[in-house]
Antibody, heavy 121, light 110 residues
Framework: HVQLVQSGAEVKKPGASVRVSCKTS????????MLWVRQSPGQGLEWVGW????????NYAQKFQGRVTMTRDTSSRTGYMEVRRLTSDDTAVYYC??????????????WGQGTLVSVSS | QSVLTQPPSVSGAPGQRVTISCTGS?????????VHWYQQLPGTAPKLLIY???NRPSGVPDRFSGSKSGTSASLAITGLQAEDEADYYC??????????FGGGTKLTVL
C-alpha cells in the first residue's frame, strides 16, 4: 500500500537550515508529483511547492522562492525539502504528499505523517 | 490572509445538511483550475475528500459532494454525523501553477 514516511522532528536556531525527507513506497515514484505543504501551530494549510520526480522541475510559492529547494532521489524513492535562513515564522508541521494525477493542478491523495520543525533561539 | 476565502466556522445538527463555500478570483478558480477539498482531524494529516471539483476518492461517503461555478466552489455534507466534526480546506491553483488554500472552516456538529 502507498506510504509516505517523513523524517523526525527538528529543532533549529534562527538563521539555520533544515532538510526534511519523505520516503515513499507502494507506488512508482516517478509517476506522481510530490507536493509540500506546511501548517503553523493553530493555523491553516499553506502551500510550499511541488517537484516533478521525472525531470526534477520545481515550482515554489512566491514567498518561499530563494529560500526553499526541493529535490528527489529516484533510486531511493525519496523527496527532500530544504528551507534556509529559518526564522520563528517557519515553525510549523511540514507535510509531503503525493499528487493524485499527473498534472500540475492535481490534488494530494496520500500524505506523510508530518514533520515538526521548531525554530527558536 | 488566504488567497481563497472560506467561512471560519459552520455548524449543524446530526442529520442536517451543511455547505462550505470557497471564494476565489479570476486568477485561480475562475481561471479554470480545479478545486480540491480536504478534511483534517486534530493532530492528523489532511485527507482528500473531493478532487477535480466534484469527484470523490474511493472510500469517501457519498454524503460529501463538491461543485464549482465561476470563481467559487462549495462543499456540501448531508446526513451530518458526529465524526464529520473537523477542519475543512479548499485548494486550487493560480496562473503561476502554485497551489493556493482557503483559510479553513471548522465544522461543529451540535
Amino acid at each position: 500500500h502507498v506510504q509516505l514516511v517523513q523524517s523526525g522532528a527538528e529543532v533549529k536556531k534562527p538563521g539555520a537550515s533544515v532538510r526534511v525527507s519523505c520516503k515513499t513506497s507502494g507506488y512508482t515514484f516517478s509517476d506522481y508529483y510530490m507536493l509540500w505543504v506546511r501548517q503553523s501551530p493553530g493555523q491553516g494549510l499553506e502551500w510550499v511547492g511541488w517537484i516533478n520526480p521525472r525531470s526534477g522541475d520545481t515550482n515554489y510559492a512566491q514567498k518561499f522562492q530563494g529560500r526553499v529547494t526541493m529535490t528527489r532521489d529516484t533510486s531511493s524513492r525519496t523527496g527532500y525539502m530544504e528551507v534556509r535562513r529559518l526564522t520563528s515564522d517557519d515553525t510549523a508541521v511540514y507535510y509531503c504528499s503525493r499528487g493524485a494525477h499527473w498534472y500540475t493542478g492535481t490534488s494530494s491523495d496520500y500524505w506523510g505523517q508530518g514533520t515538526l520543525v521548531s525554530v527558536s533561539s | 490572509q488566504s488567497v481563497l476565502t472560506q467561512p471560519p466556522s459552520v455548524s449543524g445538527a446530526p442529520g442536517q445538511r451543511v455547505t462550505i463555500s470557497c471564494t476565489g478570483s479570476i486568477s485561480n478558480i475562475g481561471a479554470g483550475y480545479d478545486v480540491h477539498w480536504y478534511q483534517q482531524l486534530p493532530g492528523t494529516a489532511p485527507k482528500l475528500l473531493i478532487y477535480g471539483n466534484s469527484n470523490r476518492p474511493s472510500g469517501v461517503p457519498d454524503r460529501f459532494s463538491g461543485s464549482k461555478s465561476g470563481t467559487s466552489a462549495s462543499l456540501a455534507i448531508t446526513g451530518l454525523q458526529a465524526e464529520d466534526e473537523a477542519d475543512y480546506y479548499c485548494q486550487s491553483y493560480d496562473s503561476t501553477l502554485s497551489g493556493v488554500f482557503g483559510g479553513g472552516t471548522k465544522l461543529t456538529v451540535l
